[in-house]
Nanobody, 118 residues
């Protein structure tokens, strides 16, 4: 059974930090390159960070080094540490396998909402 459960979102002031977590089923997590996506209001979902099973990471240029993706393979859990948050980071954040064909994925979790506002 595929399971993706995101958590850790909330309301934060500009410049603040949040740490997102994603508990995934082994069937989707093991040996997979995982990623964090976000979908801002009125915009298309986008992949913002990815990490291979061995820990190699990749980030969208727009993040400018503010986010750090990590994973705990023993716990099938993905993390996203977000620092120096900006209002434009406001979005619902989702985890899933990292792919440019994300729009073909049959399953998504409920996401976790991040709102950056003063």
């Amino acid at each position: 059974q595929v399971q993706l459960v995101e958590s850790g979102g909330g309301l934060v002031q500009p410049g603040g930090s949040l740490r997102l977590s994603c508990a995934a089923s082994e069937s989707i997590f093991s040996f997979a390159t995982m990623g964090w996506y976000r979908q801002a209001p009125g915009k298309q979902r986008e992949l913002v960070a990815s990490i291979t099973s061995s820990g190699r990471t990749n980030y969208a240029d727009s993040l400018q080094g503010r986010f750090t993706i990590s994973r705990d393979n023993a716990k099938n859990t993905l993390y996203l540490q977000m620092n120096s948050l900006k209002p434009e980071d406001t979005a619902v954040y989702y985890c899933n396998r990292a792919s440019t064909n994300w729009n073909t994925f049959a399953y998504w979790g409920q996401g976790t909402r991040v709102t950056v506002s003063s």
